[in-house]
């Protein structure tokens, strides 16, 4: 179980609006408490933040609003003092335009060094060298007063570096090893599978961006820096790790992330991308395990994250009854927790935050909505800050009287870790139950699921003598047979309601 902690909006310990690091370890205990066994720290390094922290300045060094190496140190050691496993965001596809590197870059002449750290390419007229679009909306390169483009696939801010180049991979396999001496545990891997493009940057065309061997993604030489990551982890004491975050077409191109001198894991995002239906979520399922079972490793479940409008707001479309997103989403965790393999939470689920769609068009952040000129709202609406205690904002986030980087919702009071913590039919006491419950089963439990029963709005899997049933529907249905261990609901006798889901012991 991983916690994703969006560092910017977890807990602001000296009052300037924004999350830092010793505000984390300040809340370890909340962690410890809800039962996890790891986090992953969002990027807290020297940034201008043009992508919250996802355009990294310096690789090395803490963004003075997070805090300070010291500061790092202290979360590190007391982690694992509390039990807790540390991985942190790793950012390699792109640096910060205010990078050293591309400062210099920006100074020097076509065709000097500095430039061969990254990718400019000439281009006759006005028009961009290819065709390649932005992931943040726009085309994904920026012409420089000199008349050169480069290349970035997200914001203009966030230049993409040239991976052919020795310096490059010498450079991040240093990066990787600073982090792994001060003590973590492992690494995501952001754009995981971006790095190399094809040296021809032929135009998409009709293409689209992420085909099988497209010119953007998983290029070949990919996996070569990752086998060079993996003897690097291996070579440290301890179980170190790095998880991938890789978008592909397929199953196959998944599964050479996972060879066995590779990635430890990769994220399965389709049980975010699924909607809230039977035959979706049983279909995901049995796609994310097939595509691991050649390679051996653990499957991997998100719901939400720092890029998703979260689950419990996507779950309930206009038109359904108010607070049907609320059920499913506690439903959703018996399905999820009760997977083989490893889930990644994210921060505020626990709480059973909504969405915030209703923020200020003034207060946004995200590139995406400032490259979209607005046509698209961005992913703000899920990195508000946490609602820790209080009547009002900023609900024990920071230091009474603060402001945090996006403002709270008026409605939060009643989301707070504290009044949560003392309600046993909260959603956060729920959390706690079903992650409690999961570590005491997982012993006994084989890594084999069987589907049972999968018909209409019913889904019903059993793992050993653990039986999960969700009820995707409206309606009530009769409960497969067993003993109810934890529901997300009360049962109306031997019925499972709506929208519910229950564990079994058979
Ligand atoms: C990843 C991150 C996202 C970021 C992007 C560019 O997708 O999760 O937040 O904007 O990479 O670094």
């Known amino acids: ?18 999350g830092d ?8 205990g909340h962690l410890r408490d809800l039962g996890v066994d790891a986090l992953w720290l969002t990027p807290f390094y020297r940034s201008p933040l043009a992508d919250g922290g996802y355009d990294v300045a310096d690789y090395r060094d803490v963004d003075p609003r997070f805090g ?42 076509p065709g000097s060094p500095a430039r061969e750290r990254y990718i400019f390419r000439d281009s006759p007229g006005d028009r961009p060298p290819n065709d390649w679009p932005s992931a943040f909306g726009g085309p994904a390169w920026t012409r420089l007063p000199d008349g050169q483009w480069y290349l970035h ?35 995501r891997i952001d754009v995981a599978a971006g790095l190399f493009k094809d040296e021809s940057f032929t135009d998409l065309g009709d293409r689209g961006r992420r085909v099988v061997n497209g010119p953007i993604y998983s290029r070949p030489e990919v996996h070569e820096v990752y086998r060079d990551w993996r003897r690097i982890l291996d070579s440290y004491p301890g179980d170190r790790m ?67 409008v979260r689950h419990l ?11 049907v997103g609320y059920a ?6 018996l399905f999820l927790l009760a997977l083989p393999g490893s889930a990644y939470l994210y921060q505020g689920e626990e709480l059973g935050l ?20 607005g046509a698209e709202k961005g992913r703000d609406g899920c990195r508000v800050p946490l609602p820790w205690s209080g009547k009002s904002e900023p609900y024990g986030f920071g230091r009474e009287g603060t402001r945090p980087w996006l403002p709270q919702p008026e409605r939060w009071a009643s989301l707070s870790v504290e009044e949560q913590k003392s309600d046993p039919t909260s959603m956060l006491s729920f959390y706690r139950m079903a992650l409690e419950l999961r570590r005491e089963l997982l012993p006994e439990l084989p890594d084999e699921l069987e589907w049972l029963e999968s018909s209409g709005t019913m889904v019903v899997y059993g793992r050993g003598d653990l039986v999960c049933a969700v009820n995707f529907g409206e309606n009530p249905v009769r409960l497969p047979k067993g003993r109810p261990l934890l529901t997300s609901v009360p049962l109306y006798g031997d019925l499972l309601p709506g929208n519910a889901a229950v564990w079994l012991k058979v």
């Open 153 to 187: 696939l997200y914001a203009s801010e966030q230049p993409d570096l040239n991976w052919r180049n020795p310096e490059v991979r010498a450079e991040f396999e240093s990066i990787v090893r600073f982090w792994l001496d001060r003590g973590v545990d492992g690494f």
């Open 21 to 28: 690091l010793k505000g984390i370890t300040a809340r370890l």
């Open 354 to 373: 909504p969405e915030v769609t209703d923020l200020p068009d003034d207060a946004r952040r995200d590139p995406v909505w400032f490259r979209s000129e």
């Open 242 to 308: 790095a998880i991938g975050e890789v978008w592909t077409d397929g199953p196959e191109e998944l599964a050479q992330y996972l060879r066995p001198d590779e990635l430890h894991q990769v994220f399965q995002f389709d049980l975010q991308l699924a909607p809230w239906s039977a035959p979706a979520f049983r279909d995901v399922v049995t796609a994310a395990l097939a595509a691991v079972a050649p390679t051996g490793s653990a499957p991997t479940w998100v719901l939400s994250s720092h890029d998703s």
């Open 313 to 323: 707001t996507r779950y309930e479309q206009s038109g359904d009854l108010p607070g």
């Open 68 to 109: 300070t190496l010291d500061d790092f140190d202290a979360l590190v050691a007391a982690a694992h003092e509390q039990g807790l496993r540390l991985i942190v965001d790793i950012v390699p596809n792109h640096t910060s335009d205010q990078h050293a590197w591309f400062q210099e870059a920006l100074a020097s002449p």
């Open 328 to 333: 499913r989403a506690r439903a959703a965790l």
């Open 1 to 18: 179980m991983v916690y994703e902690v969006y560092v910017r909006s977890f807990a602001d310990s000296d009052g300037d609006g924004d």
